[in-house]
């Protein structure tokens, strides 16, 4: 695998990329192994993914990639490094050294109310309960929150166990973990005797986390909701009340909303620009140039099952056929 990511990132110093690509990570994981569906990547794949992209194009700050682009200068050769959500993995050690010491400069994503907490998110909740109990005791679970049959397809079950769970929330909550289904969480979580790792910085973590250079911080609402599926007063709520938290602290948030889970719409577009943003960012594996005011800026989500050869390829311009929106959910 070393020979093909060597050979991938020597192929693509041949051939600059005409256009910036806007890489999109989460969570940092110490421990494995992965869950598929997980948004997270492994400190190991993370080293080899931002090892091969600075072997093949030149890290700036997503900043940097919108003013150039809005003044018709150039973006080729370029990479920037997102992360949603502000997990706290992102002030570890060894994803600082990763990302060169913090002179890599980075634009984190934040949740708003997640971030005024601290909580863990239900994804990872969820994630890690699963993990640590029996089928059996997973099933009798979703029976008693009421998961329909309907998100139970063979097809949805082929992507993990943990799918129509999530397909369920996004779908008939709207990525909200529901109210009446939190005793029952809360319950498993107590009989498998786990918490997840992953949650979000605090606003206090994020400031020493900011303190330390080279990150900018950016809108990603205040709950994490599927924003199609609500009413457009609460889309501008969600998206107005966090930008207002963050620059009332951080007076130097980039005013561009990492749309929640991927998911928008035009609809979704247009409130955020009558929110006072300039648009949004999107999760789709394409380069800078696709951008549009209805879809936003592209990000490519790197999951755990991106190999940095691939990685190399996209950077380069040279595997835009191979590469491919994942048939998977779209995630956090």
């Given amino acids: ?19 910036a690509t806007i890489l999109c990570y989460h969570g940092i994981e110490q421990r494995g192994p992965i869950d598929p569906g997980s948004p997270h990547v492994s400190v190991a794949r993370f080293r080899d993914a931002i090892d091969v992209a600075c072997s093949v194009a030149k890290p700036v700050a997503l900043r940097e990639l919108i003013e150039r682009r809005v003044a ?3 973006t080729a050769g370029l990479f920037a490094v997102t992360f949603d959500d502000a997990y706290v993995s992102l002030a570890d050690p060894a994803v600082r050294e990763i990302l060169h010491g913090g002179r890599l400069p980075i634009t984190v994503f934040v ?29 009798e679970f979703e029976q008693a929150i009421g998961i329909a049959s309907k998100y139970r397809t ?3 079950i082929s992507y993990g166990p943990l799918r129509p769970l999530r397909q369920w929330v996004l779908d008939a909550h709207a990525g909200r973990w529901p109210r009446g ?30 303190r330390t250079g080279h990150v ?28 207002a938290a963050l620059i009332e602290r951080w007076p130097s948030t980039i005013p561009w909303l990492a749309v929640p889970f ?12 009558e929110a006072g943003l300039e648009g949004i960012l999107n999760l789709h594996p394409y380069p800078m140039s696709q951008m549009s005011a ?11 099952n991106v190999p940095a050869w691939k990685l190399a390829l996209r950077l380069g311009g040279l595997a835009p056929v191979l590469w491919r929106s994942p048939a998977a959910l779209p995630f956090p």
Avoid: C
């Fill in 1 to 19: 695998m070393k020979i093909l990511r060597h050979a991938s990132a020597a192929a693509a110093r041949l051939i600059t990329s005409r256009d």
């Fill in 154 to 156: 063979a097809a949805s």
């Fill in 262 to 273: 991927g998911l928008y719409d035009e609809r979704t577009s247009q409130l955020a620009r």
């Fill in 216 to 243: 900018d911080l950016g809108v990603h609402t205040v709950s994490h909701p599927v924003l199609p599926l609500l009413a457009d007063a609460e889309v501008s709520r969600e998206i107005k009340e966090s930008h």
């Fill in 111 to 139: 949740v708003s109310g997640s971030s005024a907490t601290g909580l863990p998110f239900w994804w990872d909740r969820v994630e890690t309960v699963q993990r640590a109990v029996a089928a059996s005791v997973w099933a």
């Fill in 72 to 74: 018709g200068r150039s």
């Fill in 294 to 304: 209805t879809h936003g800026i592209p990000r490519m989500n790197v999951m755990e």
């Fill in 181 to 210: 289904a939190e005793a029952a969480l809360s319950a498993l979580e107590t009989r498998a005797g786990v918490r997840p790792a992953q949650r979000p910085m605090t606003f206090d973590e994020l400031d020493a986390f900011v």
